[in-house]
């Protein structure tokens, strides 16, 4: 793997996006496995290796669309919104999970903002952040 993901908001959204992942099942590995191939300005933890791959349980075209989603909002660098850049940190499964229709809308719920360091566009999720997880509307 050549290089940690650049995630570019709140640590919190960060978890958020693997909680949605669990939810739909199209992800098992721990939050710690899953942090640990990202990375932010604000979270940065170099004890955290990078271990193996994370399992994809959904099909190739359902991590490229969620990449290029994440990549378009901002959220992740623009390189890795690509298909193989994002690939590097997925293998699929051999047994893919049967997928959800809904996940694409609800993690247009969970990020529908754009995010960088521009205080305007952050400050939509500052505001959200005061909320619990369970209140941020999933479809």
């Known amino acids: 793997m050549n290089k940690k993901i650049y995630w570019y908001c709140f640590k919190r959204q960060c978890r958020e ?4 992942l669990t939810i739909y099942k199209l992800i098992s590995c721990s939050l710690d496995e899953f942090m640990s191939h990202f990375t932010g300005k604000k979270f940065y933890d170099e004890e955290i290796k990078m271990g193996a791959k994370l ?5 190739e075209k359902l991590l490229d669309e969620t990449a290029m989603y994440l990549a378009e909002k ?4 623009k390189e890795m ?4 850049a994002f690939e590097e940190h997925f293998e699929f499964s ?15 719920a969970l990020f529908p903002e754009t995010t960088g360091y521009r205080c305007k566009t952050r400050l939509y999720y500052k505001e959200r952040n005061k909320k619990s997880f369970k209140i941020v509307k999933i479809v």
């Open 17 to 20: 996006f693997y909680e949605l």
């Open 94 to 108: 051999d047994t893919p999970a049967e997928i959800n229709k809904k996940f694409p809308e609800s993690l247009k």
């Open 74 to 77: 901002g959220f992740i660098d």
């Open 81 to 84: 919104g690509s298909s193989k």
């Open 55 to 59: 399992v994809w349980n959904g099909n």
